[in-house]
């Protein structure tokens, strides 16, 4: 890295550079141009003697050659140590209006050395015009991402409806479930896009209370007891009796999405929930019997929209945001979630630290 120093101090050599340089080129002037006028018989030293307290034309010369290259001499190193803070500020100048104009890949470039402050400034300025691209880019694919999940439901609502309004539909209770489910599917999104909305600016609140979490899971277990059925699976629970400090609604909202991830993608087998108390983390582990998920998958398994498109169930659908919301809320209790394969099992393990204060979350 090569080396930097402040405005201030350039500022301070520059100026020493002026006067030091002005002081002994104003000596050695004096003496080359008095040392000829004596030697040519211009001045004598008795008259330099004599007529001290006037100026003598060689006064004059002296004296006006010494302000002609005193300001030669500052021009010069001015313009230079100018030109050293001009230039990066004209390239922070131009790329801001590069991108005002819409193109986000500008950036400030200059090689040079410049002083701290400014090369602080300019790698300042490219990190915040990098994370601006990232985000606008990020927001596209969110935007066709979220108009794609929204266009399949929307269709089947509007063709639904518009053929019961046409008479070609009857209104009947089994067509009215359907339509209700595909709300339904609608509710979930929504909801999912604004916790992982309200995690990414830092808003979500959690409302932390003491919670016994086998009451939690006896709830989940009760809600898909229909679609465990049809998936074959079956539960088994090794929950601890301890009492877990966390906000009840979302990690109910946590197991939820693991279970269905579980139905979705597991074999017929055994599906355990088990959670335990280990130092001063609380850990909480789903477990099923695979097939697992594959390792080039793993790196994007929590990344919003992301879904294996290998599912075995299609009749329930899916948002691809369910792992996303699951390590939004986890990483709001100040946890972690992690996956791995076991033995040909599938285990997602989530550690929450039980000393943390989160009531302030």
Request: glycine residues 6%; proline residues 2%.
């Amino acid at each position: 890295m090569k080396n930097k120093s402040g405005i201030s101090k350039q500022l301070f050599i520059a100026l020493s550079i002026v006067n030091l340089s002005v002081t002994l080129f104003s000596v050695f002037i004096g003496y080359v141009i008095y040392n000829y006028a004596i030697e040519t018989g211009w001045i004598t030293l008795s008259s330099l003697e004599e007529d001290w307290t006037e100026f003598h034309v060689v006064d004059w010369v002296w004296l006006f050659t010494v302000i002609f290259c005193g300001t030669v001499i500052s021009l010069i190193i001015g313009l230079l140590l100018a030109k050293r803070f001009i230039v990066p500020i004209n390239s922070l100048a131009n790329a801001a209006q590069e991108i005002s104009l819409g193109d986000l890949s500008a950036r400030a470039e200059d090689t040079k050395i410049h002083s701290t402050e400014i090369s602080e400034l300019m790698h300042n300025f490219n990190n915040m015009a990098q994370k601006l691209e990232d985000s606008v880019k990020m927001a596209q694919v969110w935007n066709a991402a979220i108009a794609h999940e929204l266009r399949t439901p929307i269709t089947i609502l509007q063709g639904r409806l518009q053929g019961i309004v046409d008479g070609v539909f009857e209104p009947k209770p089994e067509l009215m479930k359907s339509l209700l489910n595909q709300v339904e599917g609608l509710s979930y999104l929504v909801e999912d896009l604004r916790t992982l909305s309200l995690v990414e600016n830092q808003q979500l609140r959690l409302n932390i209370e003491a919670v016994n979490f086998q009451l939690c899971v006896d709830k989940v277990i009760s809600m898909f007891g229909e679609r465990l059925k049809q998936a074959h699976l079956t539960i088994e629970t090794e929950v601890s009796k301890d009492i877990v400090h966390c906000d009840r609604q979302r990690m109910e909202q946590v197991l939820i999405a693991l279970v269905d991830n579980a139905v979705r993608y597991a074999n017929a087998g055994l599906l355990t929930i088990r959670s335990r108390i280990d130092a001063n983390d609380w850990i909480l582990q789903i477990e099923d019997e695979g097939p697992g998920i594959a390792s080039e998958y793993q790196h994007d398994l929590f990344d919003p929209f992301f879904r294996l498109e290998e599912s075995r169930n299609k009749e329930f659908g899916g948002t691809g945001l369910g792992l996303a919301v699951v390590h939004a809320i986890v990483v709001a209790h100040q946890g972690s979630i992690q996956y791995e394969n076991k033995k040909q099992n599938s285990v997602f393990t989530i550690r929450i630290p039980m000393t943390t204060d989160l009531d302030r979350v």
